[in-house]
């Protein structure tokens, strides 16, 4: 059995980091992620998130150092984040319900999807 790795994006810019809202499955909307989705075969992971942001924010970006911890979703699946630049674009929510940026002061209190909640303590000491 493949192991699918599924990889999101830490977009810093001005001291903020961009989060984005999701809109499904119904019962983790509203809730807010690091963007990103799932590598294809044959993808790395860097082209993958350059293609996702590239599809869910309409920008473009290069793809930075991950972070250490790795959060594994299911037997099957595990969730890489990476700190990711932004060459160009404004992002914009093709695929989420909405995207704010966030300062670390913020991380906490954010009603984050669980999984992407291993990441807040890398991402409050990446936005000092």
């Not at 984005?20 to 019962?27: D, G, K």
């Not at 793809?63 to 984040?81: E, I, K, Y």
């Not at 700190?83 to 913020?106: E, N, Y």
């Amino acid at each position: 059995m493949t192991e699918q790795i599924v990889v999101a994006g830490a977009l810093i810019s001005g001291g903020a980091l961009l989060v984005a809202q999701r809109l499904r499955p119904v019962e983790l909307r509203g809730l807010w992620e690091l963007p990103g989705g799932k590598v294809a075969p044959g993808e790395s992971e860097a082209d993958a998130l350059t293609r996702e942001l590239r599809e869910e924010l309409g920008v473009e970006v290069s793809v930075g150092d991950p972070l250490a911890a790795q959060v594994v979703l299911s037997p099957t699946m595990t969730m890489r984040a990476h700190l990711v630049t932004l060459r160009s674009g404004s992002p914009h929510p093709h695929d989420h319900q909405a995207l704010r940026w966030v300062r670390a002061a913020d991380l906490d209190g954010l009603a984050w999807v669980p999984a992407d909640r291993a990441w807040i303590p890398e991402l409050t000491a990446a936005l000092s």
